[in-house]
């Protein structure tokens, strides 16, 4: 659709406005973007699912194919990478379409599901890097009883309670509408739309779900390399917890801010800390690689075992 802006200009000016459905009243609005800026931005995108995706396939199938890799962290760090493997093949690529364009075209049940798989993937994640952080704490701070303490069941535990309790929190607040809780009015007439994927959070929403995602997690990494390093003195851990610091902060301060400043923080800003705290996911498999001389090894021997089934040398 073209409106006519008259003015007093030689020449007419014209500003378009697209709509993600056409012919639907009360479709959303097309982010309407030059060509050169969509490009640039699904070249970001798509250069961050492929890193996602092979990064953590190839931390899952070292560890899943090297028995001596079968140990109660890798079982947690493998548990790791299945979870952001999932997020780069599965949330991301829907995500990167809205972003560029402001359209949902797969319904509002799809939405639902997706905005659920992101909420969960993420929070699975954190949870997961903050449980590794406690079992390395274990293994260096109780050396004699690390092995009596940390076994296979514990890590399974460790496991369940990482993919179980992010699941009930996302899909349960999603489906249910907790969300909303106390900002329906605002929902339905500012941001509700046909078309449209915009997940809102009340105040208290935002504040609970940035406490159980970020906020507890992250303390229980920060606190816990703090002991670590007063130990031995060590700084993979702290490159982990850096990344994730850095990765996350920026979006749950603008999460747990936006509800109570009448949702003033443009959408576009918000959007764009997603993909930084997706890029948390990208990051993990390269710290692997540059410290965990396992992974260094493990990606050798199965490239040397290509390179002999294919080339018989």
Avoid at 91 to 98: D, E, L
Avoid at 234 to 241: G, K, Q, R, S
Wanted: a neutral charge.
């Amino acid at each position: 659709m073209i409106f006519l802006n008259n003015s007093s200009h030689i020449s007419d000016v014209y500003v378009e406005i697209q709509y993600c459905y056409d012919s639907v009243s009360g479709s959303c609005k097309k982010n309407v973007q030059p060509l050169s800026l969509q490009f640039s931005m699904f070249a970001f995108m798509a250069f961050a699912i492929l890193v996602t995706i092979t990064g953590n396939l190839l931390v899952i199938t070292s560890i899943a194919h090297f028995k001596q890799l079968h140990t109660t962290t890798n079982c947690l760090i493998l548990s790791l990478a299945v979870c952001d493997f999932f997020l780069g093949a599965f949330v991301m690529p829907c995500s990167a379409v809205r972003s560029v364009y402001g359209c949902w075209y797969l319904g509002d049940f799809v939405c639902k599901v997706h905005s659920s798989m992101d909420i969960m993937l993420s929070t699975t994640s954190t949870f997961h890097l903050s449980f590794i952080s406690v079992d390395r704490y274990l293994a260096v701070c109780t050396p004699l009883l690390y092995r009596s303490i940390v076994n296979s069941v514990t890590a399974l535990l460790m496991i369940i309670t990482s993919w179980v309790f992010p699941a009930i929190f996302a899909y349960g607040m999603i489906f249910s509408n907790l969300n909303l809780k106390g900002s329906e009015h605002y929902f339905e007439t500012q941001v509700q739309c046909v078309g449209g994927c915009t997940m809102i959070l009340s105040p208290a929403s935002a504040a609970f779900s940035t406490i159980f995602a970020f906020f507890i997690p992250g303390l229980i990494m920060l606190s816990i390399y703090l002991k670590i390093y007063v130990v031995i003195k060590a700084n993979t851990l702290a490159v982990v917890v850096g990344v994730f610091l850095i990765c996350w902060t920026p979006f749950f301060l603008c999460n747990i801010m936006d509800p109570f400043i009448g949702y003033s923080i443009p959408p576009t800003l918000t959007d764009a800390l997603v993909w930084f705290g997706y890029m948390n996911s990208s990051f993990n498999p390269l710290v692997y690689a540059f410290f965990y001389s396992w992974f260094r090894k493990g990606d050798f021997k199965m490239y040397r075992i290509h390179v002999k089934w294919n080339w018989g040398v």
